[in-house]
């Protein structure tokens, strides 16, 4: 049973789980998108698809219920005027100066379908609470992440994070380039190391604005296991139908 954050005539958002292909993969499982079509079904509602949220990432996924709703959707994304906020709990302590901080490094594609920072190591400084190449590079696409940290209990951190230029894997990689991969991250962190071990990739897609509306996804219990309170909290308010009408911004 897919659980439904909000539904219009023309579109839908969902609480997609982690651990799923929200599309047919090669290992053959069952994808997200199948069990939407059948359940669409029986409302004479057909999915269109706008953005991705890999494999195990988990929270708001946005869904178009007409073609004209998936072109408008699509625009949008492209000019960024959809915004994603998501929440990371990250291997380290991760102390910011004013809780925030800003992730400024170019993205390039790497090898084995991986991304990477458009320059090596070595070339990433830190200056108070932003990360950026202390030597022009001329590869790689502008990228920009935003960082607020919510609480840490000395091996983890929990931040909320916001890509503000939407690349592929761009929060798992600008996170564990700086050295703070998310737990649970087996392509970028570490899997062999206790403190990255964790059941799940530690990323959820916790809030999306869009045409004025804010869809919110639970935050899952997994994710602020041990760590302090001070995470945010889901701000939908259910309708009689069941649906969860937001706030809007």
């Given at each position: 049973?897919?659980e439904?954050?909000?539904?219009?005539?023309?579109?839908l958002?969902?609480?997609?789980?982690?651990?799923?292909?929200?599309?047919?993969?090669?290992?053959g499982?069952?994808?997200?998108?199948?069990?939407?079509?059948e359940?669409?079904a029986?409302?004479?509602?057909?999915?269109?698809?706008?953005h991705?949220?890999d494999?195990?990432?988990?929270?708001?996924?946005?869904?178009?219920?007409?073609?004209?709703?998936q072109s408008?959707?699509?625009?949008?994304?492209?000019?960024?005027?959809?915004r994603?906020?998501?929440?990371?709990?990250?291997?380290?302590?991760?102390?910011?100066?004013?809780?925030?901080?800003?992730?400024?490094?170019?993205?390039?594609?790497g090898r084995?379908?991986?991304?990477?920072?458009?320059?090596?190591?070595?070339?990433?400084?830190?200056?108070g609470?932003r990360?950026?190449?202390?030597?022009?590079s001329d590869?790689?696409h502008a990228?920009?992440?935003?960082?607020?940290?919510?609480?840490?209990?000395?091996t983890?951190?929990?931040?909320?994070?916001?890509?503000?230029?939407?690349?592929?894997?761009?929060?798992?990689?600008?996170?564990?380039?700086?050295?703070?991969?998310?737990?649970?991250?087996?392509?970028?962190?570490k899997?062999?190391?206790?403190?990255?071990?964790?059941?799940r990739?530690?990323?959820?897609?916790?809030?999306?604005?869009?045409?004025?509306?804010?869809?919110?996804?639970?935050?899952?219990?997994?994710?602020?296991a041990?760590?302090?309170?001070?995470h945010?909290?889901?701000?939908g308010?259910?309708?009689?139908?069941?649906d969860?009408r937001?706030?809007r911004?």
């Amino acid at each position: 049973m897919i659980e439904v954050l909000y539904r219009s005539a023309d579109l839908l958002a969902i609480n997609k789980p982690s651990g799923i292909s929200l599309l047919a993969d090669r290992s053959g499982a069952a994808c997200l998108w199948d069990v939407l079509r059948e359940e669409l079904a029986a409302t004479q509602a057909e999915p269109f698809a706008v953005h991705r949220i890999d494999k195990g990432t988990s929270g708001v996924l946005l869904v178009a219920l007409s073609r004209e709703r998936q072109s408008e959707l699509t625009r949008a994304f492209t000019h960024h005027a959809v915004r994603k906020f998501y929440v990371a709990r990250v291997v380290g302590a991760m102390n910011l100066a004013g809780g925030t901080g800003t992730i400024d490094l170019p993205l390039m594609k790497g090898r084995k379908s991986r991304y990477r920072v458009a320059g090596p190591r070595e070339h990433i400084a830190r200056r108070g609470g932003r990360w950026s190449l202390n030597r022009a590079s001329d590869r790689g696409h502008a990228s920009v992440t935003r960082l607020r940290r919510l609480a840490g209990d000395g091996t983890h951190t929990l931040l909320a994070v916001q890509g503000l230029t939407g690349r592929a894997h761009q929060l798992r990689v600008h996170l564990a380039w700086i050295g703070f991969p998310i737990a649970g991250d087996h392509l970028y962190g570490k899997p062999t190391a206790p403190e990255q071990r964790w059941p799940r990739l530690a990323l959820h897609c916790h809030r999306v604005v869009v045409d004025g509306l804010t869809i919110t996804a639970p935050l899952p219990p997994s994710l602020t296991a041990s760590i302090a309170a001070g995470h945010p909290r889901a701000r939908g308010r259910k309708t009689r139908r069941g649906d969860t009408r937001m706030s809007r911004q």
